[in-house]
């Protein structure tokens, strides 16, 4: 290993670590005054890890209201630890902090929270999510009525399913804005969240499980005949489920597939 890839490596352990190796650090960089050195690696390493912490509040602003922001500094902290930042991008710092997070609370009562981090992380993925024209339910009435139950729809990249046992669509709607917060009765079962972007924000939406069902078994690329079996629904809620579909921008395209061919229509 080269004289700059050590350099580089104990930096960059510095910078996470709560006791860096300044005397290492400053014998690969040279320079005799240690003084200066170690404040000009701590300023480095303050700003290091304000950054970070500051990106993850910004993800996961319900989390860190409902934990606390003193124990959500310890939690960015662990998670910091095992999983520093590895891109430029401040942006996917929190990309792993669910499935750690269910982890970190296994057995504590407590594992609800890592549900409620994957609805917040969903809708930091839809937010970046590249967005597509969508198409109006008219464009169905291009095909035959015996047709309908062989097209495949095509959806908006944003749209991200969270399936939860816990009402993280409640948690996650009442800590919304700057007034306090309603309790949310965490008995009262479970809810379903699908994720979208409109207007460069993402919007949340909470579905019940037929149609959470539904959607899954369509987002998979299944044939509007196929999903309504798999789901185990009915034509009444596949009409729904279109409905409210379409009519919230969520589709792009509709394709057939004939013996030999795909037809999309955009």
Do not use: K
Request: glycine share 8%.
């Amino acid at each position: 290993m080269s004289t700059l890839q050590r350099l580089q490596e104990i930096f960059g352990q510095g910078l996470r670590s709560g006791t860096p190796d300044h005397a290492g650090l400053q014998q690969l960089a040279g320079g005799s005054d240690s003084g200066t050195f170690e404040e000009r690696f701590d300023v480095y390493r303050n700003n290091a890890w304000q950054f970070f912490q500051a990106a993850l509040e910004r993800t996961y602003p319900v989390l860190q209201r409902r934990v606390g922001p003193d124990f959500f500094r310890q939690l960015a902290r662990e998670y910091r630890d095992v999983h520093p930042s590895r891109r430029g991008d401040l942006h996917w710092v929190g990309e792993e902090f669910p499935a750690w997070l269910e982890g970190r609370l296994d057995g504590t009562g407590y594992q609800w929270l890592a549900d409620l981090a994957r609805l917040e992380w969903a809708c930091e993925e839809a937010a970046v999510a590249p967005a597509a024209a969508p198409i109006d339910l008219t464009a169905l009435a291009q095909f035959a009525p015996d047709e309908l139950p062989a097209l495949r729809l095509q959806w908006q990249q944003a749209l991200r399913r969270v399936p939860s046992p816990y009402p993280i669509f409640s948690v996650w709607h009442a800590n919304q804005g700057d007034a306090e917060a309603a309790t949310v009765d965490l008995a009262q079962g479970a809810e379903h969240c699908v994720v979208a972007c409109a207007a460069d924000r993402a919007v949340v939406y909470r579905l019940d499980p037929i149609d959470f069902a539904l959607l899954g078994s369509l987002l998979e690329g299944q044939t509007l005949g196929a999903a309504i079996n798999s789901a185990g629904a009915d034509a009444n809620d596949l009409a729904r489920v279109l409905a409210w579909a379409f009519g919230e921008g969520l589709v792009t395209g509709v394709s057939t597939i004939g013996s030999s061919d795909c037809c999309a229509i955009t």
